[in-house]
DNA sequence: TAGATTGTTAATCGATTAACAATC
DNA sequence: TAGATTGTTAATCGATTAACAATC
């Protein structure tokens, strides 16, 4: 197949539309497995509750090129949001703090699908260490030297508890992870270098609880 | 104490405002624990990493009257941002889909600190029905019903496989709900007067994915 | 008092939406 | 061909930031 794209800008990205590609690339596969070759900006627009005119304009950060009165070519569409989100490459994750919500994150199936390779997780439950939580073995602290070792691994799951939340971090700044993905409530200090993006799951409720 | 309060507009507030209120309610909280008695919005943006003007404008939604020179009385901020987010009051909520995501939420316990009282579960695995996960029953979808009689429950966490979102849904439409916090990946269709909140795990990684 | 902070009004910035020519 | 859809340029809308008087 020949891939039409222009030159890619991540930067130029607004992060509202960063935040809504993963739908899309959610969407256009369940397309594919439908048998759909081609998908308009409207039909889109139309499964997901946006605009049309939002739609085209997001798509059109990943490159691609749609035929009008067509739409676009679904496995194109596939692979150029795949490339601009770079989960077409495997990233090697490391998940600290296997508690419920880390554990939920271990088996959340669409993590995988996009690139994402949990390699190993952390806690400090002497119960857990050594076991398979989802597939993935459980290490003491102890053992992140020996974990990192010879991997590139660029980022870590943080889903501790507040009080340990900063000082855990601290023991992976100088491993050469380059983000780190903060579901605690806590404002992490980091290095230069390091990007953080704090989850917040109050503030969904937040919403329903003001405008419902 | 004498609580000074303007009127609240709930709707005249951005929904970005609404997003990051909970974080200023963590923060405030905190802060009286650690024996605060009155905070600045110039404080409060540091510890955030925001702007002082943004926390100002934030704050202001609420009704919060804060003193020159001062800042704004603890006690009073949590109270304006409880009263603003109605999280000074019980709402009964139900969870449906007890997987790994929905155990994760039964013991997620910022949501009791705010209001949320998750009075029930619903699962279709009989191994569940009738245990307790986190100190919540599980229940079949046979006892919905019974469930929902003589209480007013205002909204269900749906947590569960893409392919039976949208039918389970269906089952709580006519029951008296308000809003439904969807953790699928599912556009659900639902009847006017129902609020949706969908949540994408993924949006935070696709974040990280670009910007880092 | 001097100076830090609030809250309001105005300016800027950025995202969404509209308009429309190009095109298959 | 006629008409639906794309992609670009312009207009609008809304959120953030700046400026500053009021004030404790």
Request: aromatic content about 6%; overall charge neutral.
């Amino acid at each position: 197949m020949d891939i039409q794209l222009k030159e890619v800008d991540r930067k130029g990205a607004s992060l509202p539309t960063v935040r809504r590609l993963p739908a899309y690339l959610h969407l256009v596969r369940s397309a594919w497995d439908e048998g759909m070759k081609v998908i308009s900006g409207t039909v889109i627009a139309n499964e997901l509750g946006l605009e049309p005119i939002q739609v085209r304009k997001d798509l059109a950060v990943t490159g691609i090129v749609g035929k009008p009165r067509v739409g676009y070519n679904v496995l194109e569409l596939i692979h150029a949001l795949e490339n601009f989100l770079r989960w077409n490459e495997k990233h090697k994750v490391v998940l600290v703090g296997a508690g419920s919500l880390g554990t939920a994150l271990l088996g959340y199936p669409e993590f995988k699908r996009n690139g994402m390779e949990i390699v190993a997780a952390f806690d400090s439950n002497p119960e857990k260490v050594g076991k398979l939580i989802n597939g993935t073995p459980v290490h003491s602290m102890d053992a992140i030297e020996e974990v990192f070792k010879n991997r590139d691994i660029e980022m870590i799951i943080l889903c501790l508890p507040t009080e340990v939340a900063q000082q855990s971090a601290e023991k992976f700044f100088d491993k050469g992870i380059r983000a780190i993905w903060n579901f605690t409530n806590v404002k992490l200090k980091v290095p230069e270098g390091i990007k953080v993006q704090k989850e917040d799951l109050s503030s969904g409720y937040a919403v329903l609880s003001v405008r419902t």
